[in-house]
């Protein structure tokens, strides 16, 4: 039979610093996915691009992100920058390596999303915009 009281005197005690704790995760979370997204954004329209140099650039990142654990990837801001001269505090190290991450999924699933509407929808919806506005 387990024998084990809480002490709850102790869990209050560091309550303030949880607390602190949480603050500091939910700032990460919004950073990294604002982030994220415009550089997912960005790595769409790489992927998408005519350029072999950005769609290689993009292609590169968003294997990288798939291929590589997320905290394989915080180190590498932190340590690994740090071999190059570039020191980064603890808190940059993870908002870069995070959003790192994030751009690297959300990016594919942009371009896929994208993918996925037909030529005749595109072309449809560019002559639907023509045809209201004769300035263009």
Do not use: C
């Amino acid at each position: 039979m387990l024998n084990y009281t809480f002490h709850w005197n102790q869990a209050l005690k560091a309550l303030p610093q949880m607390l602190d704790g949480a603050v500091v995760t939910l700032q990460i979370a919004l950073l990294s996915m604002v982030l994220g997204v415009a550089l997912a954004l960005t790595l769409t329209a790489f992927r998408l691009s005519g350029s072999r140099i950005l769609r290689g650039f993009a292609t590169t990142w968003v294997e990288i992100a798939h291929n590589t654990p997320a905290l394989f990837q915080i180190y590498m801001a932190h340590f690994g920058l740090g071999n190059f001269g570039i020191h980064l505090s603890p808190y940059t190290a993870l908002l870069i390596g995070i959003a790192f991450n994030n751009a690297g999924y959300l990016a594919e699933n942009f371009r896929g999303a994208l993918k996925a509407i037909p030529d005749t929808q595109a072309r449809a919806g560019r002559s639907a915009r023509h045809d209201t506005d004769p300035g263009i």
